[in-house]
């Protein structure tokens, strides 16, 4: 969270750009929610407050989904 809260927007965690954490849009039924790798198999999923399209270097606010195992 702290690190979320230091960085001026998400284009920080996009790649090349985001070691050693990596952020990536999903797919399918939940296109528009993004997920953010965190330590081990979990990913913070959230959703950017941002009208018109994912432009990840305009998103400064997030809406926090929850945080999961996505892999169990």
Avoid at 8 to 16: A, E, I, Q, S, T
Avoid at 39 to 57: M, R
């Amino acid at each position: 969270m702290k690190t979320l809260r230091a960085v001026p927007n998400l284009g920080v965690f996009v790649l090349p750009y985001s070691p050693p954490h990596w952020c990536h849009e999903l797919t399918g039924r939940s296109k528009g929610t993004l997920i953010l790798d965190l330590d081990g198999p979990y990913w913070l999923i959230f959703q950017p407050l941002q009208e018109g399209g994912l432009d990840w270097h305009r998103i400064t606010a997030i809406k926090i989904l929850g945080i999961e195992d996505t892999y169990g």
